[in-house]
Structure formats: structure tokens, C-alpha cells
């Protein structure tokens, strides 16, 4: 073990937050243990405590301001079900719509902008035969996005001009050339013209979801008992606008973003059936959004170390939280409701490092039942595949089939970007039947958005809670009230999951967990590790909030049931 | 809620006028003992000698103001607060006691007709009507007795005019004996039945009947007086002793509020911490903007002293008196520089301490009043030599308007130029005679006076025009060259050069977005050009993004820009060398190009910062890079060496919802954990991308950041109140409100003032520019503004959907 080499990747980028990585390598270049380390802590639920309950919302949105309306989502959500109230079906639709409006947004930007660069060698893009890449592209797929050759040439001209011309901006210093690439020059060259029209698509869908949300990031078309924006609603031509502006996208998403991962797959399928990336293999989900008569987009569920015969249902309670590793004064693990997390800060080295062997991160370390669990868009996939589930299993089904693809091969860092790319193809087509759903509303003069209540004749104590599945997996807030005033608020998002640190008994989170076993061809250019640590797009404002919650009555939340919301 | 304002003076309607235009909203109540309204007490002589009428003088006030006559508040009831009059009790939210003063005078003269003393209308009134044929005998010599002694000059009345003085001055103990003599001198050339006395006073009087039949001076008898006393004044605070903390006047701080929070007082009632009392109508109306601010809970740095500027004018000699904060009458460093002139009857009294000026007071001055007011703000060093040398420029002419700075010469112009006919006529160009009204005659006499014809005047203001847009081109063309000057790093050089250009297609797209900043940062389209130049050298600016305690809210934002589109943002205008979003490489790489640009580009480089900078736990709350740096210490590194730093989003700006009570890290802005002034500030949550390229832009075509407001923020971009540009502003005015979330005013789009909306606290273009490429805003959404731009306050105190309660406007 004398001989293991540490190498510390501070900052990580193209995420959202402060993430740093450090991973020891043996004498192979091969990665025996993994530190994931989140490194700043804001205390969004502190400032929470004590305001008025239905102010949570706007200031909760301000956990993330990447997966923006999913946190003022569920913590206007987490007030209603504290009060019991039901909002009326059309503010339900519309919360939805611009909720998976923002899947797709935030799974385009995640791959193409965040994450592509880990896989495409833009400097060898440069070096593509124009026409062979329009021709490669019908590979992909039987209508290709915008591969003319006359538009590839311009595309890649434009790239050309753009590093004769001296800065290299965002692209300086990148992994180019490195060993790890696998990708054609025509191949990188079709990847660039995505992540070009990419930056479009993600601009254009955010227009959408501020049809219905004033703007985006940070929404603002929500109050406890519905939505605000029913002229909007109520208004066909902007209907009609994000209609067709989904139509695009869904557009980009079948001849672009579908067929780029099926060529990705293929290039990297090495790396896959290594398992590069594969974490334990437990995935948790808690389902939800309902549509038409009674259908369900997501299924919950549990499954354990890659057992796909048995799914066990999704219990709340088995969630416990202990911060023996993380940077908070109770080690035991807790039920998140009785923890108590007052910041225990235990600093790094001298040399700047993580102390590996005592606290060393901001994110607490949930575990469910006691095991460490990974939740995002492959847990959904394989949840839904697994259950049958009508809505998801027919699409990972045919991208199984076109890229000759097995489930377990999903459990990668390259499989975790094909379960993402499915769930946004998903999202598109079944945007269509929750916007009809909204129309027969309307048809039939429902224009209820909004479900009236008297502040003051609501209970002046009262608890609730708000579970979604959200872009990168499983999110629940929690509030308890007390004397008509927010006493305790509690988030526990995706990322908490995933980027969990170890625990008292050393068990690695699924970022950690990821890491080892992967072979670094250059560990002074650590892009393997980027590779596995992006495809689980992490969030770390989200992560990084949860402090002091001296509930220790909160085991009695009433949980809502998932499959519910 | 209510405001109640005790006192009928100028202060009284200049606030009531001040309230309905800032906010409308709220009731307005004027109790005054006075049988008429607010009036302009400058005007008195004009009652005394009957060139004008009571309603002549009125001073104008809003419709919905209610003004309660003949009512003298006796006592306040600060717990209940309520006003109480002999017949009335009168509620309030909030009072302002802005009673002025009474005059002193030196024996009870109660029961007695002919002793007055000249403070309202009833006294000129009285004046007027009781002097005929007595011998009229003023008491004291201050600026008021010396107008009033020139009007009644004027006037066929009084047998004989006596001003008589205890001490051995006039108009102010500071004159020297010359100035005294040389106005001694032309007030009784003016007119024999004048005669000033010094050095006397009232020694014996008989009374009779109730009137003073004789009275006896050190030096003489007079028989068959008229007495008016202008001896002074003392705050008038009687009603208000009880009820709050007084001392001479009612204790104020900078805000004007009194020791009672819902209790304000302003003007010649209210004592500043440090005992200065206001006298001068302009120093009251600053008072009266500063209490309004605190009333509406906006932010205001408080009424500060200032250099005043004084003028007199009366029978055949001009007075003017500029007094700098500094002055301390009885000083003994003092020492007086006085240039005389016998043939102009000019007297240039100057009053230096330690070589500052400290004070002027001119006779029949030339100089130039509002340079010597600019030299003592700057506290500079005089050279006497200054005084002697420019005492006969007068180019501009004589200052009409000390309130406003106007010189006759350039109200000339100004009339000739607008082809103004009447006073009227002026208010668009000049507010010259409107502020204190002291100067209202002469300038509607120059309007008399001066010959307008409309060709000429259409020609000078072409003229003028072409002029002024020649100026502003040419420095815009020096800035760019400047800047390529200062800035040869960023030069194109020749091998690259034909490469660059194509990068930079002119193409449709672009020049739509050229039009589209030229337009949204107020430049006329002339400026396209330089825009268009701009934009070429946006390329070549390195540019660092860190972020610190935030979200990623502004970045998330910014890859949203849509004109320019992303992607031409990011390839073609910006060099965006270090974004942790977005760029390339991580840890080891991303480093590297931090250095390198910090080392290669320093002094060049522009730096944005997002997020807040928490300093609890020595900074530890946030760290970033392979060293474990803190967010402090990056900043700090990255921050010295860049060109300039601007600070986007809320966090940035003051900590913003990072620093909400309880504010659990210790979180601040960037400014303060810098400690700099010099930080552009961008806040919003999130800053609207288009506000981010036009300031980058703004700095490229004039090497200068746009001229920013108190609070560093781009007044092309902040100097809107969303509220006064919102779509829904009509429905505010006509009283259409959204009552109930999704009820048909909200289907309507009516305002949602009601519903919390906090546009009217808001300074943000969003209602002008939108978000995601024009699709929609919070308002346009049916949820309200709650003006996440104003930083942290806005977390604590906007966000939510009910109206700001009251108590929360102080």
C-alpha cells in the first residue's frame, strides 16, 4: 500500500457547485480508494427557520439554481401537504409540464456542455472529412440532425476560425489528444455540431418553461395552492408556443441526442463491459407524475446490487442520515428528521488535502436501511424497465436493441448518459399528453388554478413533506410548523445521495464507489475520473445545505405516498 | 397608511406633493393653525404691499391632499397614535411635525395693536392695513427686515421708517463696517423717510388703550409708532414637547425621525444631532426627501449640512452670501479679504480660516458665486490672488437661480433657444425661479426681456446639437483608440488577422444584435459603429468567472443569452477563459489557466464574480482548488490584478438571500469582503444576461464602466423602477387589482400590487427587457416582482405575496 499515489482534482468543473476529488492510485495507475468531497455549505434551511410558511418556496428555490423549479416546487409542495390542501388539477398539469420541461433541459445541457467534452476531442473535430461525417451520420440515425454537409463545413469553419484566432476560452487547457478518446475526427466533428445546436435547444426549451413560469432559472409562477400564471394558461396562442417549441426539442432529442449517445455506446463499449463507473448497484426511486387516466411516467421502487429479479418497494422511513465522515457534529446514523447537525468544521491538512481517515465533506452520508444508494435517471430506468412499467420499458427496450446494449450495461459512466438520453425522449413525448390533458381542462371550462384557503384558519401546527423524482434522482423536503411559522425545514436532494462520503462503517458512496477499479491512462490528466464522476451530473448547492434539525418528533411525518404526487 | 403632517409651510406642501408622486398610495393630511393653505412664505412683501393676493402666493398641492384649517394640534397621543386640536382628534401612521418657528419679540405684546411681528399673512395683512401714516419702527436687522424695509419704501403708508439695530451691523454680525456703511448709505439715498439706527434700542414705552403711543430710544423719542419685530426666531415645538425628545428644536437624526418611530420632524422645527437647525427653504425640502425616503423604507444617506448659497435683492443692490459648513462665526483664525469698489458700489467680502474659504458675502458681487460654493466642497487651499483676479468675470452674467446654478447669460440662451414666452414655458428646461421661488420675478422679467424669434431658435438648437453629438463621437473614437493604446495584448496582430475577421461574420444576426445594444444601453444609432468596433475587441478581453457561495443561478442564466446567442457569445465576443461551469478542463488543468491568465493577461483581464463570499469560520464555509484556498482568499487573489471586477447576482452584490437573517455563514458581498468601492454591481436573481454584455460593452467602447448609481449599479440598466415600466401599470391606475390568485382580474392581467407585488421597490429593467429572450417576466407570469435585485433585503423583507405592512416603511 506504500507505494499508492494520491491525486487531488480541485475543482471539479462543468458541475454545478464546489466538488473536489481525490483518489489514490497503485503503481498500475488503477484507483484503490476515492474521497468525494463537498466544499461549501451555505445554510439555505437555517435562514428558513422561523418565516412564514408559505414564503418557503422563493427562498428554498434558491438551493439550486440549476435544477431551479424543482426545489420551489417541492417546497410549496411540502407546505400544502402540511396544510392538506389539494391544488386544483390544472395547476397540477402546469407544475408538471414546466418540471419536465426542465428534465429535458437539464439532461441536454448536462450531457452536451457538461459532460460531451469528457468523451469529444474537439481539436480532432478539426481534423473530420466533412463528407464523411454527413455520410457517418446516417448511421445514427434515419433522419440526422442538420448533418449537410454544406452545415458541417460551416460548423467546422467555424471552430477553425475560432482557434486560429488566438484565445481558447472555455476550451483552453481541456484533455485534448488525450489517450482515452475514442471518437472518429468526423465522429468528434458530428458531437460539436450538437453541442453547438445544443446551446440553442436549451436556450429555446427555457422560453417554454417561462411560458408558464415568468422566467427560468429561479421561477417565480408558484404559491401555496396552485400557480399564478392563468393568463398564460388561459391564453392559446401560448399553448401553442410551447407546444411547438417541445416539438423541436423533441425533434433534437430523437435525431440528435438519441443517435449520439447510440455512436458514443458503441465507441466507448469497451469501457462498459469493463464496468468503468459502475457503483453498487442500488438504486432507489420514489415514482411519480400521473397523467391521463390514471397512467404513472415513473415507477418506485429499491433494488439492491444489481438484483433485477426482485424490486422492493420504496419505503421513506428506511432513510437514515449520519455524518460520521461529513463535517457536522452527530456521527450516529439518524432518521434525517432526528438529526442533529450543528457544523462541526475539522479543516484539511496543512498541504491543503482531504483527511482521509476522519470528517472530510459538507454532504452528509444518507443511506436507506442502512445501504448506500445511487438514484437519478439510470435508477429510474431500471426501476421502470424492471417493474414493466409502460411508459419507460418499450423506450430503453429499442435503445437497447439499436445499440446492442444489455441493462446491466446501463450501471456505467457511459451507460448512466444512454439511461439519461432515454428518460429525456421520455419526458418530450409524454409532455404531449399532460399539455392534452390540460386542454381537455380547459375545453370543459376548468380554469381553477389556484385552491382557495384562509391563512389564518389553517392549522397553527402542522407538518409535510414533498418527495419528487427530479432531474438527477430522488428530492424530499420537509417542513414542521409551529405557531403559523416554519420551526424546522429539512432537504434531502439527489446529490446527497450520490456524492455521500463514507460512512462509520467505510462504506463508499456511489461517487466513490464509482471511482475504484478505474484505470487512469494519464493520472496527471485524471479524464477517466471526470468521465465517471459527470455521468452522474452532480448538483452541489443542492447537496450542501442540511443543518440543525432539533426535530426529534419528525419521525411522525406523514410521508406522502410517492406514487401519489 | 396616513401621514399626517402638523404645520402649514413650504415644507408641508412640498412633501404633501412629494408623497402623491413617490407613492400615491397612501392619505396625506395637512393640520395647520392657519386660515389658509400652505402658502409661500417668501412672497410676504408682495402682501404687504398688495402686488399679489393670498391665492397668488398659494402654493399648489395634490387633489387627494386633505388640509385641515384653523387647527393648532395641542397634544399628541403617542400610544393611540392620534393628533388632538381644540375641536378634532386626528389619527395617524405616521407624523411629521414640520411647525417651523414663531418669531421672538422683546416684550409681551399681547392686547397690543400696533407691535407685530412678520411671519404670516395675517401679519403682512396687518402690516398693510395699521402702518397708514404712523412712523413705522422695525426691530432688527436681518435679511427678512431688510426686504420688508425695502418694500415698505415702496409704499405710501409710513410717515417715517426707522430700522434700528442693537449692534453695530446689518444683515449679518460677519459684515465689515464698509459693507454696513455702503448699505446705510443706498437704503436712505432710497428714500428720505428711511433711517437706520445702530447701536440703540428700546428703552422706555408708553402704552395707551392698548397701543404703544410713544417709545424712547438711547439716542430719541418717536410718538405714533408702528412696531415690527424681526428679532429672530426659536423653533416653534409646543406642541410636540410632551411627546418627544426636544432640545432648542425637536431632536432629529439624519433621517429626521424623533424619538418616537412613528414621529418625524422637519425644517425650521427640527435640531440635528449636532444642533444645526435648518433655515433656508432648500435645506428644509432636503430634510423633507430625506424623512420620505426613511417613510417609505427606501434607502437615503440622510440629510447632510451643505454649502448654501444666499441671495438678496432689494431696491438697487444684489446681496449674495455663500457660507460653507466649516463656518464658525466667532472663530479667531478667521481673517476677511474685502476687494471694494466706490463707483460699482461692489463690496467682495471674503472670510478665510487657515486658508479656506469659509464664507463670501457680496454687494453688487460679480463673482462667481457657484465656484466659490465648488471650492469650499472641495475644502481646497485658496490663493487670494483667485479673488482679485476674477473679480469682473461675470461671462455668464449675474446668477439668477442659486438653487438651480443659473447665470442670466444661459437663461438667455435657453429662452432664445426654446423660444420660451412665459415662465410656463420654461419648466421643460430649466427649474430656475420654481425651488425656493426667491428669484421668480427676475426670471420671468428676463423672459419679458428677452426678444424670441422660432427660426433662430430652431437653428441654434441644430447647432448645438450637431456640436454636442461631434463631441461625444470624437471622445468615443479617442476611447477606442485609447483603449487599443492601453491594451496591445488585445491588439489583432497581422497573422492572424484575416482569420479573426472571419470569425467575426457580419452577418444579419449580428447587426440586428449591434442594433438591439446600441438601443437598450440609450445610445442614439449613431453609436452603431463603435458598438460594432466594440464588439471586435470584446474578443480579445480574458475574461474570469469564479464562482463563490451561489447556485449557479447567473451562470445557468447567462447560457441563456440570446442576443448575442450563446454560442456566438462564447466563440465569437468573449473570451471566457476560466468558467467552472462550463470550461474544459478540471482541478490541475483548470488551475493552470487560472494562473496563466492571472500572470499573462493581469491588469487585463475582467473578473465576474457569482455568489456570495461567507467569511464565518475564517472563510472555511467555502473552498476551491487543489490547496484548499478559501473563497475569500481567490477572490482576493484573483481580484487584485484584474482590470475590473464585477459582481453579478444578488450574492455578489450584498450577500443576498446567502446572507438572510440569520445570515448562518457570515456571508457579504464582494465589495465588502474586499473592501473596494470600485466594484460594478449586477444584482438579480439572476442577473438578466443582457445586463452583463451591455456593461462588458460599455466598458470596451469607452475603457470606462457605464455611469453607475450610488450603489455601483449601471444606471442604464438600474435606473428603472419596474413598477413605473410595468405592462400592468394601467390596471394600477385604474384601481384594477388582482384580488385572489387565479381570479378574473388575474385572468385579466391586472395588477398585482395587492397581491404583494414589490415593482414599486424594484430598480430593474425587467419590465423593459424581459427574460429567456423576451418571453416572460415574473409580472407577466400573475406572481408579482419581489425585487430580488435589491440584495439581501429582499429575501427578508420581499419575498412573500403581501403588501409591505406599514410599520415596515420606516
Known sequence: ??????????????????????????????????????????????????????????????????????????????????????????????????????????????????????????????????????????????????????????????????????????????????????????????????????????????????????????????????????ADILNP???????????????????????????????????????????????????????????????????????????????????????????????????????????????????????????????????????????????????????????????????????????????????????????????????????????????????????????????????????????????????????????????????????????????????????????????????????????????????????????????HYKIMNSCSL | MRIVIVGGGIVAAYMANALSEQAPEHDVVIVTKEPYPPYDRIHLCALVNQTATIEQIALPLPPKTRVELNSEVTHIDTEAKRVYTASAMISYDVLIIATGSKPRTLFDTRGISNAVTFRSA???????????????????????????????????????????????????????????????????????????????????????????????????????????????????????????????????DAHMRTSDPYIYAVGEAAQMPDGYIAGRVKECTLQADAAIASILGREHEGFREFVTIDGLKVGSFLLSDVTSTAYEPGNADNEEIVISSRSENRIDQYILNNEHLVRFIGINSNIDALALKRMMESAQKVDPGYFYANRLISERGKLICSCTGSYEHDLIDLIRENCVEDFAGLKPYSEAGRVCGRCKKDVMQLIADTPVDPAEAAHMRAEREAKAKEAELAKVRERIEKYNRLHPANQLSPENFEEALESFEMSREYNRWVSMVTASMHLHPDYEESVKEAVTQLNKIPIIWLELADCTGNSEGFIKSSHPKVDDLILKYISLDYHELLMAGSGDQSEAVLESVINNDSGNYILIVEGAVPLGLDGKFLRIGPKGETGLELLRRVAAKAAAVMAVGSCAFDGGVVAAEPNPTGAVGVSEALGRKDIINLPGCPVNPINIVGTLLHYIMFDEFPKLDAKNRPEWAYGFRVHDNCERRGHYELGEFVKEWGDEGAKKGWCLFEMGCKGPYADLNCSLVKFNDGTSWPVQAGHGCFACGQGKIAFDLYANHRKLPEKEHE
Request: aromatic share 8%; glycine share 6%.
Open chain 1, 237 to 555: 396562442q401560448r399553448l401553442n408556443d410551447f407546444m411547438f417549441i417541445i416539438k423541436d426539442v423533441r425533434d433534437f432529442v430523437e435525431r440528435a441526442y438519441i443517435p449520439d449517445l447510440k455512436m458514443i455506446v458503441s465507441a466507448y463499449r469497451e469501457s462498459i463491459k469493463a464496468g468503468e463507473g459502475r457503483a453498487s448497484g442500488n438504486f432507489m426511486c420514489c415514482g411519480g407524475y400521473r397523467f391521463g387516466k390514471d397512467s404513472l411516467l415513473f415507477e418506485s421502487g429499491v433494488i439492491h446490487g444489481h438484483n433485477f429479479d426482485e424490486v422492493a418497494s420504496f419505503d421513506p422511513s428506511k432513510i437514515t442520515e449520519e455524518a460520521s465522515r461529513s463535517w457536522y457534529e452527530n456521527d450516529a446514523p439518524l432518521s434525517p428528521y432526528e438529526g442533529d447537525t450543528t457544523p462541526f468544521y475539522t479543516d484539511l491538512n496543512p498541504d491543503g488535502t482531504l483527511k482521509s481517515e476522519g470528517k472530510y465533506s459538507w454532504v452528509k452520508a444518507p443511506r436507506y436501511d442502512g445501504d448506500v444508494m445511487e438514484v437519478g435517471p439510470l435508477a429510474r430506468m431500471i426501476v421502470g424497465y424492471v417493474k414493466q412499467s409502460p411508459t419507460i420499458r418499450p423506450y430503453v427496450e429499442r435503445f437497447m436493441d439499436s445499440a446492442k446494449m444489455e441493462l446491466i450495461d446501463f450501471s456505467t459512466s457511459v451507460g448512466r448518459n444512454a439511461a439519461r438520453a432515454v428518460e429525456a425522449q421520455i419526458c418530450c413525448d409524454y409532455l404531449f399528453d399532460m399539455m392534452s390533458d390540460l386542454i381537455e381542462n380547459i375545453k370543459y371550462y376548468d380554469e381553477e388554478t389556484w385552491t382557495k384557503y384562509v391563512f389564518e384558519s389553517l392549522p397553527k401546527e402542522a407538518r409535510g413533506a414533498g418527495i419528487f423524482e427530479v432531474p438527477r434522482g430522488v428530492l424530499s423536503h420537509f417542513v414542521r410548523i409551529e405557531d403559523a411559522r416554519i420551526a424546522n425545514y429539512q432537504a434531502v436532494v439527489p446529490t446527497t445521495w450520490n456524492a455521500s462520503p463514507k460512512d462509520a462503517r467505510n462504506v463508499r458512496g456511489a461517487y466513490e464507489e464509482a471511482l475504484i477499479g478505474i484505470t487512469l491512462a494519464d493520472p496527471s490528466a485524471p479524464l477517466e475520473v471526470l468521465r465517471a464522476i459527470h455521468s452522474f451530473d452532480p448538483c452541489l448547492a443542492c447537496a450542501v445545505h442540511v443543518i440543525d434539525t432539533k426535530g426529534r418528533e419528525l419521525s
Open chain 2, 122 to 252: 395675517a401679519d403682512s395683512d396687518c402690516i398693510a392695513k395699521c402702518m397708514e401714516g404712523k412712523n413705522v419702527v422695525m426691530m432688527g436687522v436681518g435679511p427678512i427686515g431688510l426686504e420688508l424695509l425695502d418694500t415698505l419704501a415702496t409704499m405710501n403708508g409710513p410717515a417715517k421708517i426707522y430700522l434700528i439695530s442693537r449692534g453695530s451691523h446689518l444683515y449679518d454680525k460677519a459684515m465689515t463696517p464698509e459693507a454696513v456703511a455702503l448699505m446705510k448709505r443706498i437704503y436712505e439715498a432710497s428714500d428720505p423717510r428711511v433711517e437706520i439706527i445702530l447701536e440703540d434700542e428700546i428703552v422706555e414705552r408708553k402704552v395707551e388703550n392698548g397701543e404703544i403711543t410713544r417709545i424712547v430710544l438711547k439716542s430719541r423719542t418717536i410718538d405714533n409708532p408702528f412696531l415690527i419685530f424681526g428679532v429672530g426666531i426659536a423653533p416653534s415645538v409646543d406642541c410636540a414637547k410632551s411627546s418627544v425628545a426636544c432640545d432648542r428644536g425637536i431632536l432629529v
Open chain 1, 1 to 230: 500500500m506504500n507505494n499508492l499515489k494520491k491525486i487531488v482534482i480541485d475543482p471539479i468543473t462543468r458541475i454545478e457547485g464546489h466538488l473536489r476529488i481525490e483518489v489514490e492510485i497503485d503503481e498500475n495507475n488503477v484507483v484503490r480508494e476515492a474521497w468525494a468531497s463537498g466544499q461549501l455549505f451555505r445554510g439555505i434551511e437555517t435562514i428558513l427557520k422561523g418565516r412564514d410558511p408559505r414564503d418557503a418556496g422563493l427562498i428554498a428555490q434558491r438551493i439550486c439554481g440549476v435544477c431551479t423549479n424543482v426545489h420551489y416546487r417541492a417546497s410549496i409542495s411540502a407546505v400544502e401537504d402540511a396544510y392538506g390542501i389539494t391544488i386544483p388539477s390544472n395547476a397540477e398539469i402546469v407544475r408538471n409540464l414546466v418540471t419536465l420541461s426542465l428534465f429535458v433541459q437539464d439532461h441536454i445541457v448536462h450531457y452536451y456542455h457538461l459532460h460531451s467534452l469528457d468523451f469529444v476531442d474537439i481539436t480532432a473535430a478539426l481534423k473530420a472529412d466533412c463528407k464523411m461525417a454527413s455520410v457517418e451520420s446516417e448511421q445514427w440515425s434515419e433522419h440526422p440532425y442538420r448533418n449537410s454537409l454544406d452545415h458541417l463545413e460551416s460548423v467546422q469553419e467555424k471552430l477553425s476560425n475560432f482557434v486560429k484566432a488566438g484565445r481558447l476560452g472555455l476550451f483552453a487547457n481541456g484533455y485534448w489528444g488525450h489517450a482515452a478518446y475514442r471518437l472518429t475526427p468526423e465522429q468528434n466533428l458530428i458531437h460539436m455540431n450538437h453541442y453547438l445546436e445544443a446551446l440553442r435547444v436549451q436556450r429555446e426549451i427555457s422560453a417554454a418553461i417561462a411560458i408558464f413560469a415568468g422566467k427560468t432559472p429561479h421561477p417565480q409562477n408558484l404559491v401555496v395552492g396552485g400557480v399564478t400564471s392563468v
